[in-house]
């Protein structure tokens, strides 16, 4: 039982940790190879997983959907560590517009045009995602924006996740303190009154149980020897 309420704790905190992967930025080091467009069919466990249609054009089941193909240095530690070896990774490029995740990205476009001219040089590029690959869904991470690095081995410091995730920390910190302060000023005061309260009723029933016995007791038949 204890072991059930640990897995029931522990649930929260493992689903809030997936969404903040997937939604935080991420940087991976690149080579750009080629761009392409596909057409592209959603189904029901993959949709959640693309972003809506570019901005102004309908959202519709089947559309265009814009790749840039890449080869990608390998890491250790979620990108910390740099290996000596590489692998393909294809990321999706789509407006984010105004909805969820909010990058408020509108330039697609621009972007497809900046990787398909990246992928006539032979430089490596700090490429900045949000998403997973997931190959047996056919599900891509989603291109936000492309940068020139010196080299396969550059170091890419994550300045917003950081800033995330201490600002989180304060926050759940500040919350904590307050739940805790309010606990202490209102509703141990108020369940030390309600046991208050529970104890004197339980008292003032003892008390009317003693007389009623005590009445009875009086009507019971007086030994007269």
């Given amino acids: 039982m204890r072991t059930l309420g640990f897995l029931f704790r522990l649930l929260p905190i493992l689903l809030l ?19 392409e467009v596909i057409r592209t069919d959603f189904s029901a466990y993959n949709r959640i997983f693309y972003a809506q249609a570019d901005t102004g054009n309908a ?40 909805i969820w995740p909010p990058y408020f990205k509108f330039d697609s476009s621009d972007l497809q045009a900046e990787a398909a001219a990246s992928a006539r040089t032979d430089g490596w590029y700090s490429l900045t995602h949000y998403g997973w690959r997931i190959r047996w869904a056919s599900i891509y ?3 936000v924006a492309i940068k020139p690095v010196v080299g396969p081995n550059a170091t890419i410091i994550p300045w917003f996740n950081i800033v995330f995730f201490i600002f989180l920390i304060f926050a759940i910190g500040t919350v904590r303190a307050m739940w805790f302060q309010f606990r202490e000023r209102m509703i141990d005061p108020a369940m030390d009154a309600a046991g208050d309260r529970m ?4 008292a003032r ?7 009623m016995r005590l009445w009875f007791d009086s009507w019971k038949p007086k030994d007269r020897r």
């Fill in 205 to 211: 029933m003892d008390a009317r149980r003693s007389r």
């Fill in 199 to 202: 104890d004197i009723a339980e």
């Fill in 141 to 143: 991470p989603n291109a």
């Fill in 59 to 98: 959202n519709q089941p089947t559309r265009d959907l814009r790749l840039i193909n890449t080869q990608k240095q390998k890491t250790f530690l979620l990108g910390f560590i740099k290996r000596d070896a590489s692998e393909v990774m294809v990321y999706r490029n789509e407006d984010t517009g105004w």
């Fill in 17 to 35: 940790g997936l969404l903040l992967h997937y939604v935080l930025p991420q940087h991976d080091v690149v080579r750009i190879t080629s761009t």
